[in-house]
């Protein structure tokens, strides 16, 4: 039975426990690598390295097809917020397996957006008839699926972090290497990781309008039937969307390469204690 219950406990979970042990790291503000010598610091920051080219080269290697490029991107942002969302929910459908009749415990759900949903509660945000103000919408998505939490998370790890950089500045006589092996760690990807948890705030405020199914059908009249326009087949990507979706990748590659420039391998700071 047991084993039947952590059935859905799937990388979502483990994504939120990476989440928790980030900010862990954050919080101590202790050297996140356990044994700093020279040669493992090396090792590590060029398997970074490496991931990182890896990384930007799956970007850049269907240019300058960018529907391919912005789906990959909206995909991460979505995996990263979303299995979030689906650790709290899993949890709570494995506690009301294992207490059944205990616990009253509600999941999470979702419904279909750029329909009509058979409730009036739903904030209708792709319906630009029916959708009410911001606040509104920001009410309801938050009552019914949590979105709130996400950008709360990301708003208090980017507290810890302002307040661990200002304490390097105030204590620190190495304070490149410092926050190179603490808080701005490359391979924490907290810069990659923090804007993308306020996706969902961002669709709330900024929904895609979805008109109806019969605007984008066109009739056939060879077959006298309606087929959807040649426009409606293709996605329709928002440029300042895609920015948002891609500059966190790009300006954590950045500082990784910045940080490489320093070479945190050579020059060792005594203040972490490390041993040659």
Known sequence: MFQHCLRPF??????AISLV????????????????????????????????VIARHSEFKDWPDFDKVWNMRRRTATNT????????????????????????????????????????DSAHERDKTRRPGWLKRLQILHRKEGILWHPLIATALIALMVYQVVRLIK??????????FTVGYPGLGLIELLPLLFTPLCYALFPPTMPSRRERMELDKERNIYLPQSAATKMNWVGMTNMFLAMPHLVGFIWLIFAMTKAPWDTVPKSLGIVE
């Open 10 to 15: 799937n990388n979502t979970v483990f994504k």
């Open 81 to 120: 917020w979303l299995g979030l969302h689906f650790a709290i929910d899993t949890v709570k459908a494995v506690m009301s397996t294992l207490f059944p009749g205990r616990l009253d415990i509600r999941p999470l759900g979702f419904e279909v957006s750029g329909v009509t949903e058979p409730t009036e």
């Open 171 to 180: 204590a620190s006589d190495t304070f490149w290497h410092d926050l190179i």
């Open 21 to 52: 042990l980030v900010a862990i790291c954050v919080m101590s503000g202790q050297s996140v690598l356990a044994n700093p010598g020279k040669g493992s610091v090396l090792a590590v920051f060029i398997s970074l390295c490496i991931r990182g």
